[in-house]
């Protein structure tokens, strides 16, 4: 069975590879032609999903940030991938859905809906046309049933991700908890050394125009003023109150 494991930012990356640190959002990098894994000519994509937990407090409840890479890998790297990954079995992505809070409501309103459309076919059998308002109200409860599912299901991405292959693992990441505030160098982790100073070329540019002086400057005037309008707010509720 695929295990996932939440890694908090940079703990457990690969150890074997060759470490840079990059700014960007992580979707939006560029990939070198290059195997991670072996350094041959790489024409194959190959997505990588990883999540990681964080905490805002050390009272808040644990929370899940979901980061996608699409590396290029070599056809011999892939095959070998898909040979050893194990995809999550169609059972356990119910059983993420299913086997949850969120879910408990989802169940209830549906049973009720159930309910309620037996209780209106008996009232069709004995006095037809009478019906109608029931089935309306069974089928609102059963459209907020659909949402509480959904809900369910969004809060519950992070256990639908597989563990990556060890072929996986020659492009490894951590964790980037940037902000508009402030934005934070993501470190990678590569096996192939030729494979890993080619990303850091192609995406050296972009991410020193996110790190550079006037970028850090923007960054200020950003939280100044937003730390300016929160004040006037709070100001203006004292004021009013
Ligand atoms: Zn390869």
Redesign the pocket.
């Known amino acids: 069975m695929a295990v996932i494991r939440p890694e908090l930012g940079t703990e457990g990356l690969a150890e074997d590879a060759h470490r840079i640190r990059l700014a960007g959002r992580i979707e939006t990098l560029l990939y070198p032609p290059l ?1 991670p ?4 000519r ?1 024409t194959e994509t190959l997505p990588i999903t990883k999540v990681f937990q964080f905490n805002h407090g050390d009272d808040g409840p644990w929370q899940y940030r979901i980061a996608h890479a699409a590396p290029l ?2 056809t ?2 892939i095959r070998r991938h898909q040979a050893e990954w194990q995809p999550l079995t169609r059972a356990e992505r119910v059983k993420s859905v299913v086997v949850s809070e969120l879910a408990l409501p989802g169940f209830l309103t549906a049973a009720f809906a159930l309910f309620l459309l037996g209780d209106s076919l008996r009232e069709f059998i004995e006095e037809p046309g009478r019906e109608w308002p029931m089935i309306a109200f069974a089928a609102l409860l059963g459209f907020v049933s659909w949402l509480c599912f959904r809900a369910a299901a969004s809060s519950n991405a992070h256990r639908r991700v597989a563990a990556v292959s060890s072929i996986q693992r020659a492009f490894d990441f951590g964790d980037d908890d940037s902000t508009v505030f402030a934005t934070i160098q993501r470190t990678y982790a590569i096996r192939d050394e030729g494979s890993a100073e080619a990303f850091e070329r192609l995406n050296a540019a972009r991410s020193a125009a996110l790190t550079s002086p006037e970028a850090k400057a923007r960054e200020n005037r950003r939280t100044w003023t937003f730390g300016l309008i929160l004040g006037g707010l709070v100001l203006l509720y004292w004021w009013f109150e």
Not at 37 to 40: L, V
């Open positions: 195997c894994n072996c350094g041959h790489a890998f070599c011999d790297c």
